[in-house]
Each structure stands twice: as C-alpha cells, then as structure tokens.
C-alpha cells in the first residue's frame, strides 16, 4: 500500500497554461521530494522539499509543503509539450527505517 | 559520469522460473533502493541498502523475494519461483548519501511472468 496521495489523477493543459498538482502524506518527514517519469522510462528527480522548508523553486518548478495539513503541491508554470509524464511525489519516514513512499501519480498531458 | 544501469532491460519468464536482476549504481553512492512498480502505479518501496547492508527489507511481498549488494556496489534482486502477480517494472535507484536524499533511477527492468 502507497502512503502518498496525488491529485488529480490525469491532468490535460494547452501549452503555456500552469499545472498544479498536490500530494497528500500521513506521516512525519524528514523531507518530500517529486519526481518526473515519462512512458516506459525512469524517474527523474525534480526537487526536494525539507521538512523545515515552506516554498522552493527551481526553473518553472515551485513546490510547496504545508508540514500541518500534511500535504505538498507541485506548480509548473508555463507549460509545455515537453512537460508531459506522469509526476510523483515521494517521502521517507522522519525516524525508523528507510522506506521511501511514493504517491500513485498525476498524469499529466500538455497540448501543443 | 554514467548513471544507473539495469540489466535486462527485459524479461520474459515463464512462471516457476527463478530470474535475477542486476542494477549497477552511480559509482560511490552508498544508499541503493529497489522498487517495484506496476502498471499505472507509482513505485513500491521493497528494499534497502546502505553499502552492503540491508538495513530494511520490509516491502519485499515474499520469501520469493531476495536482494544482496555483497560488495556495496552492484545489487541483484533475485526473485525464485515467479509467479505472474510478479510481473512489473523493478526499479533500482542509488543515492549519495546516507537516507532521505536525492535518489537517481535506472531506466528499470520490464519483468512479465507468464
């Protein structure tokens, strides 16, 4: 069973349109990361999140992570083609063991 | 430099087979995970290493399911007797650090059962 909670399920935008994605979790973290996976290939790390931390960006990407609501959200803005995969988001527990949880994924279809 | 490899890209076995997996990490990186991800899923944690110790194995489904990193650098995921419950992409992932950083994927190994 996946802790990690996404939504929505599938997301389609026109190109240039931002696209948010938000990620839900139950327990106490060390830190949230995202990561990109598009068809048939690997994840790709996007950014991490401490626990500390309430707002990161890198490029187009903006996360941010509400440590109360247990709950994180993945803006990208201006979006293009090229952005389309499926994104998720993954946490590790703050203490005991070293599971790293990933959510089921919002897919994400970006129209030219 | 190179990243995560994983061989076969593929595999095709025949259920009651035994099939092994073998993912060669980022080059000094110490943390390597394995997952198992199903169609349409994110990722399912199975197991961990810190160099050559397997500091967690809690998401390994069963006693089908072995994992070993004998010298902290290549890992095999063995799984004996497979049966078509089996089949999914396994993903290995190394990390530089200890725990709960930046992890770099292999493009995974596509495994169906039949």
């Known amino acids: 069973s996946q802790q990690g909670e996404e939504d929505p399920q599938a997301l389609s935008i026109q190109e240039g349109e931002n696209a948010t994605m938000n990620c839900s979790y139950k327990t106490s973290i060390n830190n949230l990361q995202w990561y990109r996976q598009n068809s048939g290939r690997g994840l790709v790390h996007l950014i991490l999140?401490?626990?500390?931390?309430r707002e990161k960006h890198s490029g187009r990407l903006r996360v941010t992570l509400d440590t109360s609501k247990k709950s994180s959200s993945l803006l990208i803005t201006a979006s293009r083609a090229a952005d389309t995969a499926s994104y998720f988001c993954a946490t590790g527990p703050k203490t005991g063991g070293f599971k790293t949880i990933f959510g089921a994924g919002t897919r994400l279809f970006v129209k030219a | 430099g190179a990243g995560v490899s994983q061989s076969p890209r593929y595999k095709v076995a025949k259920r009651g087979q035994d099939v092994a997996l073998r993912c060669d990490p980022i080059?000094?990186?110490?943390?390597l995970f394995w997952y198992q991800q199903a169609l349409g899923q994110g990722p399912e944690f199975l197991t961990y290493?810190?160099?050559?110790?397997?500091?967690?194995k809690s998401g390994l489904p069963s006693d089908r399911f072995f994992a070993e990193r004998p010298e902290g650098s290549v890992s095999t995921l063995k799984i004996q007797r497979t049966q078509q419950e089996d089949s999914a992409v396994y993903l290995c992932?190394?990390?530089?650090?200890?725990?709960?950083?930046?992890?770099?994927f292999g493009p995974g190994t596509r495994l169906l059962v039949l």
């Open positions: 080059s000094g990186h110490v943390s």
């Open positions: 999140i401490r626990s500390n931390e």
């Open positions: 290493f810190q160099n050559e110790a397997q500091l967690d």
């Open positions: 992932a190394s990390s530089l650090s200890v725990r709960q950083e930046t992890q770099y």
